[in-house]
């Protein structure tokens, strides 16, 4: 499959973080070059990230109509914001649907991980390995690493031992007993591109191209039950 044109999509980020992001990026031999970025920030504009869509390919001049239309759709599925990954998971396969081309998700570390295993390779000291920690609900982070994601309560944060190098824009709510903390905080659209071409070629795992929800719904069914269907 040649890949020539990626529409990114992110909608992750969460909490104060909360934001939306749309970019074409052309692929030229593996040369990746961003011809239109747009990002807001807050929860309205993660989940109205289609519209921010709508505003790029029109930038770039990208269309169905034209036979432009991207080859791909490569979108982050988490962990993040319940509302933003639904929203840009559901605007990443409308859209993939509708010009007939893949969807694909990556997450925050699989598109951050070539620049975190480059900083530990250049550590002159014994690391263990790294972590990608992210903002979650009051009290809460992700945390990411090679093998997946999970969910922690800060107050009950029980650190592994060694050093660690850890990125996100919440590592700084995790206490380690030994840390280099990263200024890295989350993937940029080219770094996302690149794991979705990885994963078209198969140097990544294969992955839905849905909402990894770390944490359950907030919302909960009413006390007395459910409304009785209408008659």
Request: proline content about 7%.
């Amino acid at each position: 499959m040649v890949v020539q044109r990626i529409l990114v999509l992110d909608g992750s980020p969460a909490g104060e973080q909360a934001s939306g992001m749309a970019a074409c990026v052309a692929n030229n031999a593996g040369q990746l070059h961003v011809l239109a970025y747009r990002q807001e920030a807050g929860k309205q504009a993660a989940e109205g990230v289609s519209l921010l869509a709508a505003e790029v390919l029109q930038q770039a001049g990208w269309s169905h109509a034209q036979g432009t239309a991207p080859d791909m759709v490569a979108v982050v599925v988490g962990p993040g914001s319940f509302t933003g990954l639904r929203a840009s998971c559901a605007a990443a396969a409308g859209y993939a649907v509708g010009v007939g081309c893949p969807v694909v998700g990556v997450t925050r570390a699989e598109a951050l991980a070539p620049e975190l295993d480059a900083i530990l390779a250049a550590q002159a000291e014994k690391v263990a390995g790294w972590l990608v920690v992210t903002a979650a609900r009051r009290g809460r982070v992700f945390v990411e690493d090679a093998q997946g994601a999970r969910a922690v309560t800060v107050a009950d944060w029980v650190p592994p031992a060694g050093t660690w190098l850890v990125a996100g824009e919440a590592c700084s709510e995790l206490a380690f007993p030994s840390v280099i903390q990263s200024h890295v905080s989350h993937p940029d659209v080219k770094q996302i591109a690149v794991a979705a071409l990885k994963r078209v070629e198969g140097e990544l795992p294969p992955r839905s191209a849905l909402p990894l929800y770390v944490d359950p719904p907030e919302a909960k069914l009413p006390a007395n039950g459910l409304r009785a269907a209408p008659v």
